[in-house]
Every structure is written in C-alpha cells, then in structure tokens.
DNA sequence: AAGAAGATTTTGGTATACCAAAACCTGTTG
DNA sequence: CAACAGGTTTTGGTATACCAAAATCTTCTT
C-alpha cells in the first residue's frame, strides 16, 4: 500500500482511469517499464493504491494508444514493435500530418496560425535548455498544433493518437539527433510555408522532417540492434 | 433475464466483450438503437444476460469506434453527430484510402491484387440482388481489401475504424443513391488503376468515389432535415 | 397553481469476490 | 539426470456489492 491514502471521490472530472493511464504512459516513456515488460493489473493496482477496474480501462486506453499489447488471458505487455510496423506508422502519421497541413492552410483562422507561431517560437526557447523532455513535448504540441490548425477535430484527433503511439520511439530519437539544429530549421520552413498558406510547400517541408525521422529512426534500430 | 443461459467459460478465443460490441453495433447500424438513444449499461447487460463488466467495455470499444459517446457521469449515448464532423470523417477517410491504393500500387503483391478483383467481382453479383445489406458489406469489404493491400497494418487497421464509423451513414446513403449504377463504374474504374498500378489514377478515381459520398450524404442529412 | 427544497430513485464509477485457464513448482519415474 | 504428471499458485475475466452524483419525484410554501 504505498500509494496515497486519500480516496478521490467518483465521478471525477478528469477520471481516474485516465488519471492513471497518464501515470502509465509516463512510466514507459520514462523507461521505468520497458519494452516487453508485464503489466500485472493486479500489482500495479495495488501499487497504485486503486483496485482493478480502474487500472483494466486504463491498460485498455494505452493498449488503444497502442503503447501496450492484450494478450488473450495473459498479462498485458509493453509494446515493443518492430522497425517495419513503426516504419508503417510513421508513413501515417506523415500522411496525417501532410493532410492537416493542407487542410490548415485552407480553413485556419489567423488565431489557429498565431497559435502555431507562438508555439514553433517556445519550441526554440526551451531548444537549448537542460529540460530535454520538456523541450521534446513541445516539439510535439508544435505538431498538434498543425493539427488542430487543420480545423478538422477527427483528424487532429486521429493524428494525436499516432503521436501518442510514437511519443516513446520520438523521444529516444530526439536525444540522439546528430544534428539537431536541423529540427529548427525544418520547424522553420514547415512555419514559413504554413503561415504564407502554401499548401505544396507545407507538404514538402513535412516530407522533408518526418523524412529524417524515419531515418533517425532506422539508425536508432540499427545501434539498439534489436 | 431474456438473455441466454449458459454461461459462457471465461478465457474464449473472441472476448466476451468484443462480442457484446458486435451485437450493439448491429443493432446500432439496423437502427434498433437510434441515434441519441440513451445506453444504459445496467439494462441492457440483464437484456443480454451479462453483467455490467463487460457490457462497460464494450461501451468503451464502441466509443472508441465513435458509434457511441461517452458523458461523464451520464449514461452513453447511440453517437448522433452533425453534418460537419461527418464531412470531417469522409475526408479523413478519403485521404486514407488515396494513400492505402498509392502504397497498394508500390507493396501489394499479386495475391492483394487477385483478392481485391474478386471481392470488386463479387460486388458486381451481389449489387442487383435484394439483399441490400449484403450488397452494401461486399462494398465495405471491396475498401478494405485495398488498404489491406497497402500492406501497411496501421494504416489498414486505422481505415478499418474509419469505415465502422461511418458504416451507419455510409449504409442509409446506399440505399438512396439515385443513380446507383455510378457506384459499380467508380469502382471499376478503381480497380482497373490499382491493377496497372498507376498511383495517380487510382487517387483520381478514389477522390471521384469519395467526392460522390460526400454528396449523397449532404443529400440524406438535407431530406432529413436534421 | 407555480416554484423551490428535500427525499427518493436511477445510474455510472469503484471495490471486491469468485472462477477457470495458464503458468509454475515439485515430486516421481524411466 | 531428464522428462513428465500432478497439484498449487498466479492471473486475467466476470459477477456482484457499494458509493456518490445526477435526475426525478414529492411535497410544502407562497
């Protein structure tokens, strides 16, 4: 019983289940839970302080997210999929994002566009700060950003979930960037053409640095030698 | 207690829930449950004979499907949603589809190809029988016989949501298409780019299909006067 | 008769108990 | 000593009990 005594009353605004799911999510990013590793749900409620059913919705959240795989009656396990399946998932998320940008470039509102700026300009503050994570989620919300930009809410949210599914795998790489200056210069670009509402020249700079992500990815695969 | 007796043994190979999903959805998409409708777990875990468990879960994979909506703290409702975020969808689906048949004409095999001719065979002989529902799922299956020749899981498994979630719309739209000898030209027209393999017809010949269903569906919510 | 305050019911959220299948341990046997 | 059979433990799936918030109904007041 280490988690906190205090019983939080139902019926919450933000759930417990995502409450906990959240918890989850960090701990694998993090690497508290590795790849491969069970997900009992009865230890890890217990650890939590919560009793099962919580913790079940919450593992089926991230099985959902696609960041753990059910098995049928065995523990759930942290995902750990192959280069070729991401490799697929990023060719979506590509073409996501292609899409949002396109789509933002005809229907978002100047206040979706400064949005976007403001975010692409916290991205390059905190670029040289020590905070290597917080750095990286705002990179990240620099593409959500795109994304509701589009002003389509079932592609941004279709789009968050393919984040989310390679938030762990984009976090490994963005430490291991060789050069990482080259993130602000593509950020740049897919900004300038965003703001000039430039449909082709968004999809070719987004071509452009999800391109170096499939590649960051491959090395990442190649040294890990999985 | 109107539902079956025997209890099922636990551990099956299709979950329990899953098939508690299947059912809400047929009764969703034949109308049984109208959209707006009221879901309330309770009754109709006794009306299956099941208990709330795993009713719950499959609310929450229907939700995911986004056939239901989920209020906290309030029962979930059969999804009802406005003409706006159904054009969203149709779009997203759109682009999923141009991509799955541009990666379908660069990955599929031969076997792919043979597969998605046969189900486009099959439609052809099903479509002037009076089995309307039949016809319609021999259409769906033709959809997803091309992102399953993508040869790209995510993307087909993402498609797939896609098209359960617009499967209620996309069903009550087939059946008043006014001229619905288009449908078997249009694909037709799909088939015959995907099996030259010629990327930019059969994204032509996707947006001409798509484009009409976006229009049959503005059409329906129009008489419906939603 | 209309509105408000309070009691009752309904309902989803959570905790817990029980079951069977799978995994694990152990002692026996060839 | 290895391999197998049996029982024990572990674990996810399901059912059920309980709780509090929301909705609904009742009744009292004006």
Not at 168 to 187: F, K
Request: charged residues 30%; glycine residues 4%; hydrophobic residues 40%.
């Amino acid at each position: 019983m280490a988690g906190n005594p205090e019983r939080p009353s139902p019926m919450a605004e933000h759930s417990l289940p995502e409450h906990i799911a959240d918890e989850l999510r960090r701990d694998i990013l993090r690497g508290k839970l590795v790849p491969g590793a069970q997900i009992k749900e009865r230890d890890n409620a217990a650890e939590m302080g919560v009793s099962r059913t919580p913790m079940r919705e919450a593992i089926r959240i991230l099985a959902q997210e696609g960041l753990v795989v059910l098995r049928p009656a065995r523990s759930p396990l942290v995902a750990d999929p192959p280069f070729d399946e991401i490799a697929d998932q990023v060719v979506v998320l590509l073409a996501l994002e292609k899409l949002s940008g396109d789509l933002a470039c005809q229907h978002a509102t100047q206040d979706d566009m400064d949005r976007v700026r403001a975010v692409a300009d916290r991205f390059e503050t905190t670029f040289y700060t020590a905070d290597r994570l917080a750095s990286f989620e705002t990179d990240m919300e620099f593409h959500t950003a795109i994304a509701a930009a589009s002003r389509n809410r079932a592609l941004a949210e279709t789009h968050r979930a393919y984040l989310a599914r390679l938030w762990r795998i984009r976090y490994l790489t963005s430490r291991r960037r060789r050069n990482r200056a080259t993130v602000l210069d593509q950020h740049a670009a897919i900004l300038d053409a965003l703001l000039k509402r430039d449909r082709v020249a968004v999809g070719a700079a987004l071509d452009t640095h999800l391109g170096t992500l499939t590649e960051d990815i491959r090395q990442l695969f190649i040294t890990e030698e999985t």
